[in-house]
């Protein structure tokens, strides 16, 4: 059986099947992510790790994923999606069981930047195969459905996580992996040869990606590398001037080469620069605030694991209810109005969650309720405009483009969130203890242990009563720096609910004209 691009003609059986490949891709990509969110303090504790590389095991993984996102999506529209899609999942496990067997931070790591590279060939060919089996007028459904996977894996994954460090150890947060892509790579099998046709061959944009890769790796790393310490060195601000001058290299040569990585046309769209940029602060608000969150709620309220991932459970519950009916409407009554509601709930919910005592009932579930409207109300739109302002035939683009944007946020975010965390936290801890009547062999350890933050092991030789008063002491500042960076991400939604009101009706309406 042959399946022409973008007709549709997969059977009703096969679509079915489509949707399940692509839920199970998207969320084992993103599960694997966030389930890190509450295993990190247990990874730092085992590998003996500063907060600063322990980022790193988070980082690189998005790192690498979102420099090749783009990449990963023309080539699935060079070859088609079966390869691609095949490939990714075969590198997903090997990668995931090579973090499993990790006994330092170093080989964590380097499993980790693999599961990215993994990650940037699944996700755009699981969005773009469902592009192409199914027909225009139930697109959006499927892509409402698809989007809500997505959403409810963010939230979804610290409750793995949490299961996974309670009951067995965090080595098995990348274990479980293993059958997901054995099942996945069973399913795909079922599928037609081909899915669709390819269209003609287009050369990949080599320079593109490199000059991507090295400015994103460079912009974190100097990042990172300052947020251990609470300041730049001269080194860390060359590395962030080169990071930044490779950006504008990059834009230039995606306006010279011929067949270039982000072709200039889609930068001209007032749609897909709206959307991009939506989807850069909606995003990265929301995977910074839920990254924080989980270590806020282990170090500073004493929740556990498991705890800590139980406290999101209302946030995929909600999104899976809301996502798949949020997709029908964008198509029917345009962006405008939805996005700018969703945008305005998460910055209601960030900011009742700033201010959280850590009490589950009266100040956490409150927040993550409308937390979970929010995300289930623009995950959907954001994806659906940006498929249509694409335009035919740049399905891969487009998802490509869309998972690299919604990537690249919580990138950077957490980057920088870390980075003034850490150098708050240091500064609030060096002031405190200059008042505090600690000793001088108290404060000294606290100064040089202050990368650890509320995560370090005190000795137990001290007095019992000076180690109550410092695990408070560092936890509350702690807990300080992170209602601060729940603030600033609660503003990055208002701004994006300002941005909403740009929209008009037809925007995310099938068939619209690619240019306006």
């Known amino acids: 059986m042959t399946v022409k691009q973008g007709s549709g003609s997969f059977s009703e059986r096969h679509r079915k099947f489509v949707i399940i490949i692509a839920a199970l891709v998207s969320a084992m990509g993103i599960i694997d992510a966030t389930a890190l969110n509450v295993a990190l303090p247990f990874i730092q504790s085992s590998l003996n790790a500063p907060t600063a590389d322990v980022h790193w095991v988070l980082e690189i993984y998005l790192l690498f994923l979102a420099a090749l996102m783009m990449a990963g999506g023309a080539l699935g529209d060079t070859l088609g999606r079966r390869r691609p899609l095949r490939w990714g999942i075969m590198a997903f496990a090997l990668s995931s069981v090579g973090c499993a067997l990790a006994n330092s931070t170093e080989t964590l790591i380097f499993y980790r930047a693999l599961q990215g590279m993994a990650s940037a060939l699944m996700l755009p060919a699981s969005l773009a195969l469902i592009n192409a089996g199914f027909p225009p007028p139930e697109r959006a459904a499927a892509i409402g459905k698809w989007s809500a996977i997505m959403a409810l894996a963010i939230p979804l994954g610290p409750l793995v996580g949490g299961l996974a460090v309670d009951f067995l150890s965090w080595h098995y947060v990348f274990f479980l992996n293993v059958p997901l892509c054995l099942l996945c790579l069973a399913l795909l099998a079922f599928l037609p040869r081909p899915p669709f046709e ?4 287009q050369p990949l944009d080599i320079p593109g990606s490199l000059t991507i890769t090295a400015s994103l790796g460079l912009l974190t790393y100097a990042l990172l590398e300052a947020g251990r310490n609470g300041s730049f060195t001269l080194f860390q601000v060359m590395l962030l001037l080169i990071g930044t001058a490779l950006l504008f290299v990059f834009f230039t040569l995606e306006a010279r080469l011929k067949s270039p990585m982000l072709p200039s046309s889609l930068l001209r769209d007032r749609r897909f620069v709206l959307v991009s940029v939506q989807t850069f602060m909606l995003f990265a608000g929301f995977q910074s605030a839920m990254y924080f969150l989980s270590f806020l709620f282990i170090q500073s309220y004493g929740y556990s694991a498991l705890e800590a991932g139980v406290a999101s459970v209302p946030i995929p519950i909600i999104v899976s209810l809301v996502s798949p009916r949020a997709g029908r409407y964008v198509s029917q009554h345009g962006p405008r ?36 409207f929010a995300v289930g109300f623009f995950a959907a739109p954001l994806t659906a405009v940006a498929m249509v302002a694409a335009g035919p035939g740049r399905d891969g683009l487009a998802s490509g483009v869309n998972n690299a944007v919604a990537r690249i946020g919580p990138l950077l975010g957490i980057a920088v969130f870390g980075y003034w965390i850490g150098g708050d936290y240091a500064k609030s801890l060096s002031a405190a203890l200059e008042l505090s009547s600690f000793t001088t062999v108290y404060k000294d ?47 990055f939604a208002f701004v994006a609910a300002g941005l909403a009101l740009l929209y008009r009706r037809e925007d995310a309406k099938q068939g619209s004209s690619f240019h306006d």
Do not use: H
Request: hydrophobic residues 50%.
């Open 198 to 201: 390819p269209p003609e061959p």
């Open 445 to 491: 350890f606290l100064i040089d242990n202050k990368a650890m933050m509320a995560a370090v092991d005190l000795p137990t030789t001290w007095p019992e009563t000076v180690t109550q008063n410092v695990f408070e002491l560092v936890r509350t500042l702690f807990a300080d720096s992170v209602r601060t960076v729940l603030r600033i991400s609660a503003l």
């Open 337 to 372: 109005g939805i996005l700018c509601v969703s945008s305005v709930l998460m910055g209601i919910s960030l900011l009742w969650l700033s201010f959280t005592t850590g009490d589950y009932l009266s100040s956490v579930l409150p927040g993550m309720v409308i937390l979970g």
